[in-house]
Every structure is written in C-alpha cells, then in structure tokens.
C-alpha cells in the first residue's frame, strides 16, 4: 500500500473574540482546535474523520487544503508539504466544503471553464471532462442557468463538478452529504465509490456512522481535537457496531471532553 | 503560466461587469449623464440671469475729448456719456471688475482737425480712437460692439481717415478688460480636481467593497483560494479589473464635465475660446487620473479586504472619502498648487496638486512625473499587501 497523505503532530489554537467566547460559553481567550493529530492515507482508499460537533474536523481537512495554515506540525500530500509548498498542494487537491461559493452571477459552463483555466486544464481535455462530468451528475441541462437560480442540491452537484474540474488523485470532503436529500446523497456517494475504483485518494470528515460504515476503508476518530484511534473500520469495532464502539471510545476519553 | 492566472481573474471580472447591465448604468452611464445635465442646467441659469439683470442698464461711457461732430452718431446708443472729471487710473481699475457695466473712449486730442487733415496713403498712422471694455460685463461688451459698429461705419464714409481700437505696440493695454479666461482656468484648476477625486472615489466605492468584501462576504473568495493560482494574482487581477472599472465611471463624469464646460460658463454667449486646454494638457490630466485610480483602488480594496462584509466595507472607506475632500480643498486653501517637488511624493495630495497645476497651466515635467511614479509605486504597495491579506488565515477566515 503506498501511503499518499501523511499527517504529523498538527496542532491548531484559535484565539477567540469576546463574542466567540460568549458562544462558546468559556473564559479561555483560546480554544485547542486540533491537538497534535498523525495519521496517514494511502491510495485508493476512502479515509474518514469520524467526530461529533466541534470535534475539530472541518478545521483538520482546511489545514489539509491549505486554507489555513497550522500553529505546529506538518502535513505530506503527494510527498508536498502543506506549510511549504501550498500551491502545490493545491493543485493536487479537490477541497469541498459548504463554506466555498459559487458565485451566483455565473453559469455551471461559464465557471467550469473559469475554475479549469485557473487550474491550467488542457483545453481539448477540459471540454471532454465537462461534458461527461456534467452528463453524470444532470447538470448539461441547467448549464446555462445561473448558479444563483440553481436548486440546492444542483448547487451542490455543480460544486462537487468544480471541485474536481483538474481530476485530482486526491479529494478532500467535508460532510460529503450534509444537506442532501437522500437522493443526491446517493448520487455523490455513489460517486466517491467510482472514484476510488479509479484509484483516487479521499479524505472526507463526517458525523454519520452508517456513512463511514458504507464508504470507509479506513477511520480516525477525532474527539476534541484529539485522534484516538486510526485504524480499519473492522479494526476499531472489534465485532461491535460502530456506534456501540463510537460512544465506549466516548466514554474512555471523557476527560478529553471537559 | 503566471500571467494566465491573472488574465483568467481578470476575463472574469470583465465578464462579469460588463454582463450585468445595471451595474454598467449605474457605475459608467449615469454619473456622466447626471453631471452633463446638472452642469447644463446650472449654466443655463447662470447666463440667463446674467443678461436678463446687467442688459437692460444702459452703459455709462466715460469719454475723453469728445469731439462735437462724433456726437450725433451716438443718439442711436442706449448709454450715459460722461466727459467731465475723468480719472483715467480709477476707469481702468472699475473695468477690471466684470460688475461694471462701463466702457471707457478716448479720442486723440483735436480729433477733427487730425482727421480733416490725414491723408490716407501716408507713412503717419491715422489718429486712433481706443475703446476699453470688459467682454464678461454683458451691457460693457454690447455697447463696445455698438460704439465700434457705429464707428467703424463713419470710418468708411470718411474715406479711413482715422482707426478704432488698433494695437500700436505690444505694450498697450488689452482693449477688452476682463480676464475671465484667466479666472476660469483659475477656478476650474481649484473646483475640478476635488471634484474628480471625489468622482473617482464613488467609481471605486462603487465596484470595490461589492467585489472584494463582498466575496469574502459570500464565501466565494474562498472557492479562488483553494486553486493553485499565487494570491499576488488574484490580488493584481483584482486591481487591475476594478481600476478599468473605475476609471470608466470616472471617465464618464469627466466626458460629462468637458461637455458641459461651455454651456456652464455660457462660453458661446461671450465668444469665448472653449478650448482652455490643449490636447496634452488633457492628456497629462488623463494620466495622472489614472495612476490615482490605482491608487485609490488598491487602497479601498485593502480596506475592502480587511472588511466582514460589504456594510463594513463602505463605513471603513468614510474616512477616505473625508481625506479626499479635505486633500481635494488643498488647492483652494492654498490658492493653487505647490511648487515643491518633495510633496508631490505624498499620495492623493500630489494627485490634485498635479492636476490643479495642469489645469491652471504650470504643470512641470518634474513634479509629473513624481506624481505619477510615486502613484505606480504606492499602487505596487497596495498590491503587495493585499497579496498578504488574502495569504492572511485571520483576514479571510477571521469570525
Ligand atoms: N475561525 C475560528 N475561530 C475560533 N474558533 C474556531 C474557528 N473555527 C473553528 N473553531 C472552533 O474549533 C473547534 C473545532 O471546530 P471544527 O469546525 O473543526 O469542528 P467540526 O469537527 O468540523 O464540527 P462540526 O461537526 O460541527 O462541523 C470548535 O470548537 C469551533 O468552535
Ligand atoms: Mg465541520
């Protein structure tokens, strides 16, 4: 198995406003994030970030996409550091996450080549690529509508679409059917199933166990920003269920949760 | 590779300012419209009240050595004579004054016997009849051309024996008094600069806060982070697109002030020379306009960038559109532009000391060019630095 993704030591603090403190309900100008987290990936597989609400996953997969940057430790992509090399990285990354917009005011046509030229896709490749990535998800009929009179869940397609438009070997998935129906869920898990047959990388957080039973090869589980375990999904369950597991490792790691 | 990027950002943003129609209205049509009809209105009124109020008084004429036989060619001319008590310098300074509505003749002494005795195919010059006037007085000016046409005819009937109003050396005072031409340069070198910094700055506001704060604001600034392009591209990209834009909307309103120019000092009414600049002046104006934009786009654009949203973006641009006003009142405050190079270095304010020296004729090549060099550089800062605030994690993704 060749590894592709290696994640050491990464650490990540926020410092919080006063109204963040407020929400967050705490007097510490500071909040742990992420804490020292290593794991690796290898190719071909599906890797989940299994964690409940603020557990730190959106902030780990960010850190991955280079958005952000961490306060210690370092992450290997392809052999490219996400400290040092970051517009590498990026180029070998697709990132999805609810947070990055479209712009309303473009067409899924318009922007597909838009976001293809900014990854210096091959023109006569480009073409090719949006046709049967469009076919795919049903977007060829809506290709000249405005993102901003899109659907949510067509939103959602062309996002997916735009995230891959340079093909790349691996894909970083934040809540990959959050806000979905059941049938674009579908469709997109469907879909990370094709890509991992074709050999593709992906790295995708969740909360959903039957999502990580379904998908992943492999899972870590992240509980306040700390990985407890990282193994194979047969591995950590030890014959239980996930969810079973899910809250013993919960309970284990109580002290973790204060 | 690099340039790709940059071109691609900025196809983007001229795809999407010049497909959006009302944007184009609102940010490039209308403010030169507006301008050229307000303006026009404001001329207008302005010369209708000018004939309407000063016309209708008859002009008092001060003559010097009034000869008998002129007298009855003036019967036909609405004006008071006056011959008696004339203190030449006092005249003079009263015509200076465009309120004035005087003129003041003077005929060589013994003008009738110079006359009968001037012969025509001479050496000597035929005795000279000086009329001065002031062309912005309406009543001043009318009676000048009345005098003179009336003149001119007993002229040809006495076989050009004598001349009106003919320049015997250069040294001779202009015959016409007022030196509106002058005044308007004067003004328009104070108001007009201000009010292109102040245009300028509403075509910035207009594209900047909405495609910088306004991105961040929707999450889609974020979706060109995630891509291999080098921040430094975007950051140029972003500049330079919103620079076209604002330059078109500031154009625009400049078109608007040229156009309406003439109408507003009623120009055509007082055979005036519209044309108070040349062509390289304009053009000197056009460029030190545009290294402003630059600057000016870069630094709305930092402020834009460093705003949550769009509302927060125009509220920190306040103080910049106060400092425009106070920089745009310089020239007034100081009754023109500086002559010392070193501050054309300081942005803004060498901005409208250059255009204020161009408008009122004394622009030097030293202090264009530090204005429009330091300008480039600044804007190279601005760049710079908005390359770092989309680079900055705190900037971007701050709560
Ligand atoms: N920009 C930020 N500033 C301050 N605190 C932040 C910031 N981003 C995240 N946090 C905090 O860091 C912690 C981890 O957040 P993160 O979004 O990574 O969690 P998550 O595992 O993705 O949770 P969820 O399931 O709710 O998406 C949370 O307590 C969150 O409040
Ligand atoms: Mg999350």
Redesign the interface.
Known sequence: MEEILRVEGLCKTFTLSKKQQKIERTKSKQKVAVDNLTFTANRGEIFGLLGPNGAGKTTTLRMLATLIKPDKGDAWVDGCSIVAQPEKVRAKIGFLTSELKLEDFFTPNYLFDFFSNLHQVDPSVMAERKKSMFERFGIDKFAEVKVKDLSTGMKQKVSLVISLVHNPDIIIFDEPTNGLDVLTARTVTDYLQELRAEGKTIILSTHIFSLVEKLCDRVGIIINGKLTHCDTLQAICDGLSLEDRFFEIYKENEDLTI | ?KI??TL?IIK?EF??FFS?RSMVFTTVIMPGLLIYIIYSLMGDNMSESNFTVEATEPTTVYVENLPPSILPLFDSIPMNIVTHDIVSEDIMKQLGDKENNIAYMIFPENFDSLVANYVPASETLAPNIKIFYNSVNDGSSMTYHMLDGALNAYEDSYCNRFDVNRYDDADSPSFDQSDESEVISNVLSQLIPMLLLMLLFSGCMAVGPASIAG?KE???I?????????RSQLALGKIISLSVFATLSGLSSFIGIILSLPKMFHADELNMDTNLYSASEYILLLLVLLSTVLVLISVISNLSAIAKDVKQASTINIPVSLMMIVVGMMPMIMGGATENPTLYLIPFYNSVMAMTAVMAHEATVLTLVLTICSNLVYAGLGAWILTKLFDS?KVM?G?
Do not use: H, I, Q, S
């Not at chain 2, 974020?222 to 080098?230: F, G, H, I, R, S």
């Open positions: 590779m790709n990027n691609t983007k795809t999407r959006d991105e929707r999450g889609t974020a979706t060109l982070l995630v891509t291999p392009m080098k994690e993704f709560k």
